[in-house]
Structure formats: structure tokens, C-alpha cells
């Protein structure tokens, strides 16, 4: 072998392995098992919601109030079809050959990636108007008695307003680390 072969040669990268067939494979049922019991978490949520506003709608004292817990209800149940839609566990074929199996995986990745980039329309913008609905009676109330009584009652509007977008933001992080893995994948 020539010396400039030789250190041509030695000077490449060793890189990183590929996967096997079986690496691949395990690594989908893990991500799956991993989105299936995400979901699992968030139907309950919304079974809890629906239960909780669902009671508002019947029990609530004023018309306003059960307007608002029925628009989160519908915002609730939106969500879960929305979830299922874009975001539901598939199950990865056992017979795929290496390439098709990554260009499944890769594809389960983008889709996962797309839906919690995306959460904010989807997820959270059914919510909005329920809570809107819910919340600002009580802050129109309080301006009217004195605008130090106005500004406080907007405390539970900057807990909503900081939770949905903390759960924006989780959601944001997660999809970068999705492209990541994509990006890994090709």
C-alpha cells in the first residue's frame, strides 16, 4: 500500500456503527412504547377534564360559567381526536427489511415531530376559549369594584397563560429532540 493510501486511510474517521435490523427494530418498539403510554396519560387527563367541566356545565349557577366549561369539554374532546390523528402509536411491522424499517421509523419521527411542534394549535387553541370564557367574567367584576382588585384578579389569567405555554415549550424541546434522532437516522 502506498503512503499516501496508507495515511489517507488512517487518517478516516472510524464513525459511528450502523444499526443492525434488530438495533432498529427495538429501538421503534421503545419509541412506540414510549408515544402509547404518553397517550395513555393524555386521554386520562382529558377523561379527568371532561368529567370536571362536564359537571360545570350541568351544575354551574350561572349561564356564563356553563358556556365555559362546555367549550373546554368540546376543547377537551378535540384534542383527544386531534391527538389520535396526529400523534397515535403505530405499531412497527415485524417483516420490514433494514431500509424499510428505517424509513418506517424515520417517518414515525417526522410525524411525532410534526404534532408536538404543532401543539399549540391543536392542543392548546381548543382550550383557549373555555377558559377565556371562564376566566374573564371575574376579571371584568374585580375592575369594576377598583383597578388594584382588577390587576390581581388577572393572577389566575397569568398561571393559565404561563402553564399553556410552558406546555408549548416542553413540547417545542421535544420535537428538537426528535430532529435530532432524524437527523441521526440519515
Known sequence: MSDDMRNLWQAQGSGAAPLTLEELRAKAVKFNTRIARRNLREYAAVVVVVLWYGY???????LLMRVGDAL????AIYLAFELHRRAAA??????LAWQSCVDFHRAELVRQR???SSVWKWYIGP???????LLAPGCVTAFRHSVPTGLLSLTPVGVVA???????????????KLQRQIDALE
Open 114 to 116: 410534526d404534532a408536538l
Open 72 to 75: 373546554v369539554v368540546a376543547g
Open 90 to 95: 403505530s405499531r412497527t411491522p415485524g417483516a
Open 56 to 62: 360545570g356545565v350541568w351544575r354551574a349557577p350561572a
Open 127 to 133: 382550550l383557549v376559549p373555555g377558559l377565556a370564557v
Open 162 to 176: 404561563l402553564v399553556l405555554w410552558l406546555v408549548v415549550w416542553v413540547n417545542k424541546k421535544a420535537a428538537s
